[in-house]
């Protein structure tokens, strides 16, 4: 069975960082498309950034620059580096391996 | 960039009829469209992919269809499971997500 655990979520001030983590089992993070999707509060879908299986990396425009999609072959675990964070980054941060599965979550918040 | 569009926002029908959602894309996508059921405080559940190819599990009375730039999903008989959001998301080109339209209880 294919599992994704998302964890490094928690309160940031603005213009802080945070590193969130995607374990992944049952599959490699290396011969998957992986993504990282968010969902601010009360709100819908957002496709954040997805490394393919030659590890390119995509980006959704807004994000280009700050945040950056990378895995670690040895441990199938994908990471989603977030800088300069802003209050509009707040949101649950899913993992994804191709279309599905999904993985919870992880709550991201990003408040003074 | 691909804008997809969801229609209606929300849609009001009693259990055990027929609900239709429409998703149109800006610009065609083939069928390379995905539907998404999700349910509240969970994450997303993949309904379909390529349009109309029916996830595991997913039951019949859930159908999908469409190809370039209009896409429906309908649900045959509606039960009470089946009043949460739905999302369309084309994988074309990128990923982008419909804004999800939500099905209420008449």
Same mark, same amino acid.
């Given at each position: 069975?294919?599992? *994704?655990?998302?964890?490094?979520?928690? *309160?940031?001030?603005?213009?802080? $960082?945070?590193?969130? $983590?995607?374990?992944?089992?049952?599959?490699?993070?290396?011969?998957?498309?992986? $993504?990282?999707?968010?969902?601010?509060?009360?709100?819908? *879908?957002?496709?954040?950034?997805?490394i393919d299986i030659d590890?390119?990396?995509y980006y959704a425009g807004s994000e280009k620059g700050r945040f950056t999609i990378s895995r670690h072959n040895s441990?199938?675990?994908?990471?989603?580096?977030?800088?300069?964070?802003?209050?509009?980054?707040?949101?649950?941060?899913?993992?994804?391996?191709? *279309?599905w599965p999904w993985g919870h979550g992880t709550l991201v918040t990003v408040s003074s | 960039?691909?804008?997809?569009?969801?229609?209606?926002?929300?849609?009001?029908?009693?259990?055990?009829?027929?609900?239709?959602?429409?998703?149109?894309?800006?610009?065609?996508?083939?069928?390379n469209l995905a539907w998404y059921q999700q349910k509240p405080g969970q994450a997303p559940r993949l309904l379909f992919y390529a349009a109309s190819t029916r996830a595991t599990g997913i039951p019949p009375r859930f159908s999908g269809s469409g190809s370039g730039t209009d896409?429906?999903?309908?649900?045959?008989?509606?039960?009470?499971?089946?009043?949460?959001v739905y999302y369309c998301q084309q994988y074309h080109n990128g990923w982008t997500f419909g804004q999800g339209t939500r099905v209420d209880i008449k």
């Open positions: 069975e294919v599992q *994704l655990v998302e964890s490094g979520g928690g *309160l940031v001030q603005p213009g802080g $960082s945070l590193r969130l $983590s995607c374990a992944a089992s049952g599959i490699t993070v290396s011969g998957s498309h992986m $993504s990282w999707v968010r969902q601010a509060p009360g709100t819908g *879908l957002e496709w954040v950034a997805s590890g390119n990396t441990t199938d675990t994908l990471f989603l580096q977030m800088n300069n964070l802003r209050v509009l980054d707040t949101a649950v941060y899913y993992c994804a391996s191709g *279309l | 960039e691909i804008v997809m569009t969801q229609s209606p926002a929300t849609l009001s029908v009693s259990p055990g009829e027929r609900a239709t959602l429409s998703c149109r894309a800006n610009q065609s996508i083939s069928t896409f429906t999903l309908t649900i045959s008989s509606l039960q009470s499971e089946d009043f949460v």
